[in-house]
Each structure stands twice: as C-alpha cells, then as structure tokens.
C-alpha cells in the first residue's frame, strides 16, 4: 500500500512570495489533515477534510493560508503572502474517519 | 483549552536502559492518546493507541499508560536500543467523540547511545 505523498520536499522563498504545497493521501481515505510543525513544537492541525468539504480550519490563518480538496483526493496547501515566521515543516496525514492518521514525509519550507 | 506537554524535552541513554517519557494534559475529557514516533526529514508513525476507557497498551518493548483522571500518560521503553533515537510525540484526541482532530506535546528527543 503506498503512503501519503507530498511534494515538494524542501522550498525556499522569500518573503511576500507565495507558495504552493501537494498531498495525494492513501487510496480511500476520505479524511485529510494538514498540519504546521515548527521546529522544536508538535504539529498544529491547520485544516482537516472530509472528501472535499471542510471539517475544521478553525486554526488556519485564513488572510494568507487557503487549502482545497478537489475531486475528495489530491490536496493543495497555499501561502500567500509569505511571513518569515511561517517556516515550518507542513505534513499531511490521511485516515478513515477517526481512525488512525499516516503521515506523509513532510514539506520542509524555509521564508527568508 | 486542551494543552498537551512533554517532560523531559530532551533524554539521552546508553543502550540497553529501560526508560520513560512523559506527557500531561489538561483537560481530562479526551476520546483517545497515542505516541508516535518521527525520525529526522520523515512523518510521524503511530506507535500505541489507548482508548479514554483504557489503562494501558502494549506493543512489543513499548507499553503506554493512561491516567485520564490525573491527565498523564507515559510511555515505557524496555531495554533501550540506538534505533529507537527519535522524537517522541505525545497527541490527544479531544472530546466525546472521535473527530480525528489531534493536539500534540512539543515532543521529546531521544537519544540512544551505543
């Protein structure tokens, strides 16, 4: 069974830039979480899916983070613009609902 | 508000140690803890999962404890190995109902020396 994957894996910018981060969770997990890990902290849920509708994005700063889930599968994750302190690592987890999560490799981004 | 902490932030051991981390939460009305584990550039793995209504589990030389009513868990690590270096992240699963939105610790770093 493959695992969550995201791409990509490291990304420097700028800040004021904008970015752009891709999950493809497990096949037939209908459930899909993005989280910030900043370093030295444990993952913070920005946003959680259920198929494509919205669950919880009650932490999600929603002035420059926006996140969709087309179609229920493939998620993408936005900044726009960058602040300094949004470096941070952004995982994605998939599950069935309320099972257990499967975390992807993470995307490691850097706003200098 | 559900906060979750970890104690110590960092452990080092040498090899073959029994050992145990620590976690704490504040606010007892939780559906579900578990640890996971993260290796350095890798995701998080679950490693125990311990229902609200359960005291322990088990998994190899792993055991998690729950003591919902005083808000702690730890997780006991027999006979420690260099492979088991990594970060450990305590996550409680707030609520009634199981809505799959997890609050973690900061995470303790181990550190098994050969």
């Known amino acids: 069974e493959a695992g969550v994957a995201q791409s990509p894996r490291y990304k420097i910018i700028e800040k004021r830039q904008s970015v752009a981060f891709w999950c493809n969770p497990i096949?037939?997990?209908?459930?899909l979480y993005w989280y910030q890990q900043i370093l030295g902290q444990g993952p913070k849920l920005l946003i959680q899916f259920q198929n494509n509708g919205v669950v919880d994005d009650s932490q999600l700063p929603k002035d420059r983070f926006s996140a969709e889930r087309l179609k229920g599968v493939d998620s993408t994750l936005k900044i726009q613009p960058a602040k300094l302190e949004d470096s941070a690592v952004y995982l994605c987890?998939?599950?069935?609902?309320?099972?257990?999560?499967?975390f992807g490799p993470g995307t490691r981004l850097l706003v200098l | 508000k559900q906060e979750v902490t970890q104690i110590p932030a960092a452990l080092s051991v040498p090899e073959g140690e029994n050992l145990v981390l620590n976690c704490s939460f504040t606010d007892s009305a939780i559906y579900n803890l578990q640890w996971f584990r993260q290796d350095p550039g890798k995701g998080l793995t679950s490693l125990l999962l311990?229902?609200?209504?359960?005291r322990e589990q088990t998994s190899g030389r792993l055991n998690a404890s729950l003591d919902k009513s005083s808000g702690r868990s730890t997780l006991y690590i027999a006979a420690s190995q260099p492979g088991d270096s990594a970060t450990y992240l305590c996550a409680v699963s707030h609520g009634s109902s199981n809505t799959g939105k997890l609050i973690f610790g900061q995470g303790t770093t181990l550190q098994v020396k050969p």
């Open positions: 987890a998939s599950s069935w609902w309320g099972e257990t999560q499967y």
């Open positions: 311990i229902q609200s209504s359960q």
């Open positions: 096949s037939g997990h209908a459930t």
